[in-house]
Structure formats: structure tokens, C-alpha cells
């Protein structure tokens, strides 16, 4: 029997939590060493680059945690999506470092560099923010090296260095003001400080790294890389087994091994399959049966988040989508060969067939399939396919 109290162990679109934490060993081994490196007085610079929905920010909350427990750092990471201006940045930064601050008993310390800008908010006075006129923001965004500074004075006998992750840069990283910034700070700090205990991760789109090296080129010789990507079979396995475990659902071998196909090693495939087929089962076993109908509803879910906004809107021409669709009403696969799907298009779509194919490649949704000879593409996951026949079949009733 299933109980019906339990929540999904599943956490499609947040950070995973620990106990779900899968793979990433050789990225964490990489990052630790630089924190021990950190914790001897020298900075460290990362970015952390991989797809959306690889698991960049569920690495990123795993490492501050290790980094606030394993090495007493003070540890904070930050979320920039959106954010266009340095001083909407620094305000971002200071804040985070006040709130996850305010209930240990060296707060004091670090209040009082922040003087009167301290803000208590909360029905309670119970949460702080940080909230200074624009032109001591400024100010702060040219002073960043000496505040840091400060800030570890300030607090060196109780915390051994800062971790300080900032993630979803991409609007940040296309500014060549950002990219200046940046650079003026770990110069600043090379020339003016032998003892700078902070571990700085930036956090971003693979294609974001190209742009800040572009614009500032001597960037990357600052930063050490860490990419991540497609987790393995085993991995994959491993979570699935752990989450339904978790919650007292058993998962039968050939259900696990449809779970493990449909989830192409992404995490967010992982965790929207997954939890799909939690809501599905009734009996706490998942057989092959409770899997497929998973497959099914995580497909809609994930083609109505991610294909409908992207593809379907983006591809307003009638001819792309009656393309789209007959690619998906023979049997479904997720490769597929051009002059194959050519055979079955009338003239005027043929016409627009390749610039079709180059669209496609562009949003992300296919891939040419380099083991194969030209002309042989795949999808980039093996749920897209999935949604895009189900769209297609209730194109035709
Ligand atoms: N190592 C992991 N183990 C288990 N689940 C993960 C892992 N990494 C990411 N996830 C899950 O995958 C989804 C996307 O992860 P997220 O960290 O938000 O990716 P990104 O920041 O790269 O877009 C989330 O639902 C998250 O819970
Ligand atoms: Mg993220």
C-alpha cells in the first residue's frame, strides 16, 4: 500500500536537495582543493558553466554548504538572473551576506561595517536587508576589493574565508562594464593583499563564458573552468532508486530502465519524469506500465514549459509546424535521417526544410548526430520527441 501522506521526494525547477545529490564527484574534488587553497589566504576565481537545467545551481548550493561546514568559510550564493547593473549586483551580494549572517553571534561585526544602511525587514524586525542610496552603491562596487577586506578582518577568528557564488551572470556577462569590473577586482586584490581568503564562483551558459572572454580577454586566464554535464546511467539509476526509496516506493527493473532512458542523463528530465510517475502510482510499486504513463505526462509538462514557448511560438510558420509534425507521426524515434523525413514532404515545404533543420539546431531542440554520416540529426533528449508527437496527434482530432 502506498501512503498518500507522503510528498514528492522530486524538485523539478529548484535546487536538489542534499540527500538527493547525485554524481559531480570530479567537479567537487576539483572544488575542494581550491578551498583549501582559499582557506591559505589566496583567491580563487571558477566559472561554472553547463546547460540550463544540467544542475549548475544544485552543484552551487552543495558546494557553499560544504564550504560553511567543512571549511568555516561564510558561504553565499547568489542569484543574478535578470540583474543588469553593478550596483544592483553589490546590493544583491551585501544583502545575501547580511541575511545568511544575521543569526550567527558574530553578526555584530559585520553589521556594524554596514553602518546605517541596515534595514530590518519582516513583520518582525526578524529578517535584515541592505538597502543604501544609489551613490554608495556605486561607491561600493568601486570598493569591493577593500569592503571584502574588511569583511574578513572583521570576522577571521570565527570564519576562515568567504564563498561567494554568483549565479545566472548571463545578463552580467554580455556587459562590458562586468567584465572590467571583474577584472580591476582580482587585480586590485593580487597588487593590494597577501591574505584575501575568497572563493568566487561565477555561474553561467556555456556560450556566457565565450562572451566575457570576448570582451575581456585576459579573463580566462583568471578563471579554472568547471563544466558540467549529462550525468551518467548510474547516476541516473542511483537518484530514482534513492527518491522513490525515500518515500517507500519500490521501482521495478524494466520501469527503472524506462525512467533511466526518458531522463538522457539531465537532471531536470530526471526530476520532471520522476515526479510525473509519483503522482501516477497508486500501489507504491512502479512497474513498466506506471513508467510509461509518467513518460506521457512529464512529456506534456515539459514540452508546455520548454518546447510551446520556445519552438511552437518560434516557429509561427505553418509550413515549420506541419514539418514539425510529420516528423513525429511515423514511429518515434529520436534520430532521424533528412532525406528520409524529405520523402514525405510536399514541395513547399521541401523548400523550407533545411532552413527548418537550421532553426531547430539554433533553439536547441535537435543536433546533428556526429557518429553518423551528414545529414543524420537527433533530438537533444529523448522526451521532446515524445511531446512533439503527442502535439501532433491532437493537431489532427
Ligand atoms: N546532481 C544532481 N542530483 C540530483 N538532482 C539534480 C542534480 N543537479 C540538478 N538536479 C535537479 O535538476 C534540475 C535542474 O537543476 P539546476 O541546478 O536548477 O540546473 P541549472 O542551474 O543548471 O539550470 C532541478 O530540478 C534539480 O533539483
Ligand atoms: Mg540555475
Excluded at 525547477?13 to 589566504?41: D, W
Excluded at 556605486?138 to 557564488?165: M, Q, S
Excluded at 551558459?205 to 579573463?219: G, M
Amino acid at each position: 500500500m502506498r501512503d498518500e501522506n507522503r510528498n514528492s521526494p522530486f524538485t523539478p525547477g529548484s535546487p536538489v536537495p542534499v540527500e538527493l545529490f547525485v554524481g559531480r564527484a570530479t567537479q567537487i574534488k576539483e572544488v575542494i582543493r581550491c578551498l583549501n587553497h582559499v582557506s591559505t589566504g589566496r583567491q580563487e576565481n571558477v566559472f561554472l558553466s553547463g546547460d540550463r537545467g544540467i544542475g549548475k545551481s544544485s552543484l552551487s548550493s552543495f558546494l557553499s554548504r560544504y564550504a560553511s561546514n567543512k571549511n568555516d568559510f561564510i558561504a553565499i550564493h547568489v542569484f543574478l538572473g535578470g540583474v543588469t547593473t553593478l550596483s544592483d549586483m553589490i546590493q544583491r551580494i551585501f544583502d545575501k551576506l547580511l541575511k545568511n549572517t544575521s543569526d550567527k553571534p558574530w553578526f555584530g561585526k559585520i553589521a556594524s561595517l554596514f553602518g546605517k544602511f541596515i534595514k530590518e525587514v519582516g513583520l518582525f524586525g526578524i529578517s535584515v536587508g541592505f538597502s543604501p542610496p544609489e551613490k554608495d552603491l556605486k561607491e561600493l562596487v568601486g570598493n569591493f576589493p577593500e569592503a571584502l577586506h574588511h569583511l574578513i578582518k572583521a570576522i577571521e577568528p570565527n570564519r576562515k574565508g568567504l564563498f561567494i557564488a554568483l549565479d545566472d551572470i548571463n545578463g552580467l556577462a554580455e556587459m562590458p562594464a562586468f567584465a572590467n569590473w571583474y577584472k580591476s577586482f582580482v587585480d586590485y586584490v593580487a597588487t593590494h593583499y597577501d591574505n584575501f581568503p575568497v572563493f568566487m564562483m561565477l555561474i553561467g551558459l556555456p556560450e556566457k563564458r565565450d562572451s566575457l572572454s570576448n570582451l575581456q580577454p585576459s579573463l580566462m586566464r583568471i578563471f579554472r573552468v568547471i563544466d558540467i554535464e549529462k550525468l551518467t546511467d548510474s547516476e541516473v539509476k542511483g537518484f530514482f532508486e534513492k527518491a522513490f526509496n525515500e518515500v517507500d516506493i519500490s521501482v521495478e527493473k524494466e520501469a527503472l530502465h524506462v525512467l533511466l532512458q526518458y531522463s538522457s542523463g539531465l537532471p531536470v528530465l530526471m526530476h520532471e519524469i520522476g515526479d510525473a510517475t509519483f503522482l501516477i502510482d497508486e500501489d507504491g510499486i512502479i512497474d513498466e506500465r506506471d513508467a510509461f504513463s509518467g513518460i506521457v505526462a512529464a512529456a506534456d509538462r515539459i514540452g508546455k514549459k520548454y518546447l510551446d514557448p520556445q519552438v511552437y511560438r518560434a516557429l509561427r510558420s505553418n509550413r515549420y509546424r506541419s514539418i514539425l509534425r510529420k516528423l513525429a507521426d511515423q514511429p518515434l524515434t529520436r534520430e532521424f535521417k533528412k532525406s528520409k523525413v524529405e520523402e514525405r514532404l510536399n514541395d513547399p515545404e521541401k523548400k523550407v526544410f533545411h532552413n527548418f533543420l537550421t532553426r531547430m539546431r539554433k533553439l536547441g531542440i535537435i543536433e546533428s548526430d556526429i557518429e553518423k554520416a551528414r545529414g543524420n540529426y537527433r533530438f537533444v533528449n529523448e522526451i521532446y520527441p515524445v511531446y512533439i508527437w503527442m502535439e501532433s496527434q491532437s493537431a489532427s482530432h
